[in-house]
């Protein structure tokens, strides 16, 4: 997946459903709330890049949905959006399969779509990944972020060579001893040199997060210190055109990722408002 393919491009009164789908008929029509964060956030996006010299449509933009009604996926789908990003396993295939149903009812019915065509969507994994949620979670994603040990990686093999198929990923990093995830820069390299015989894994790139700080120094020299490692890891790569996504930055800290490199940022509360409760997982590696 190149990082066109990783691509970029609180609303919502409730639906009618239909009973057990959990998604309600007819194509959705964002709210003029949604609409307006939605290109807020693109508008943040491109200003970033151009004044880091480089093109605003090589960044992607992942909208994480974890706080988001299944309603406003579909919004976002009707406004052109393709990548979103859950934090928790079951929560990505649950939402996926109501996605396909929906899609595939309105394929069904083209006549209850009118001229709006549903964006078939890329669905990224950026949460803690536990080893017994792989099998499920293999079928549905496009991008797993958090790969933080040899362990999960070699259960991410296992389960795409069942299926005869290629699981991408990217390592997560450790930036701060604050953080409970990833692995220490300094192992990042001899990581990927353990995976290089795992055929149905295919790393492309890195993951890490901001400090805990709202610190702009600090976090700004974090995401540099990844974004060299990245340019390290791509030279030290034998296909190194293979390693091309680094995905930093959230709601608050985007500009920051973008100026350090990043091409894929993960933007939730910016986009979907903050959590009506706050919740003890909320930041871990997506954006509460």
Known sequence: MSTDAATRSSSNSPSKKPSGSGVSDGPA?????????????????????????????????????KNASIDVIRELLA????????NRAQQLVNRATQIEEYRKRLGDHPESAGSTEIT???WHMIGNLQRNKVRKLVDHV????????????EEIQMQGARRDQQVEILIEVNL?????????????????DQMDSMLNLRV?????????TDDQSVIRAAFQ?????????????????????????????LELAIESGANVVRVGSA?????????????ENGDG
């Open 176 to 192: 701060g001893e604050d953080q409970k995830g990833g692995i220490a820069a300094p192992a990042v390299r001899h990581l990927i």
């Open 79 to 86: 406004l052109g959006h393709r990548d979103f990003g859950e």
């Open 225 to 253: 210190r990844c974004g060299e490692l990245f340019e390290d890891v791509k030279k030290h790569v034998q296909e190194s055109e293979r390693i091309d996504i680094l995905s930093m930055g959230m709601s608050n800290d």
């Open 29 to 65: 029509r964002p709210s003029e709330g949604l609409r307006a964060r939605y290109e807020k956030v693109n508008a943040r996006i491109a200003e970033a890049a151009r004044r880091a010299g480089r093109r605003p449509e090589d960044i992607v933009l992942v909208a994480v949905t």
């Open 271 to 283: 986009l979907v408002g903050e959590p009506v409760v706050e919740d003890a997982e909320e930041r």
């Open 142 to 153: 496009r991008l797993v972020h958090s790969v933080g040990s040899l362990r999960l990686a």
């Open 204 to 212: 492309r790139g890195l993951m890490a997060m901001a400090p805990l």
């Open 120 to 122: 078939s969507p890329r």
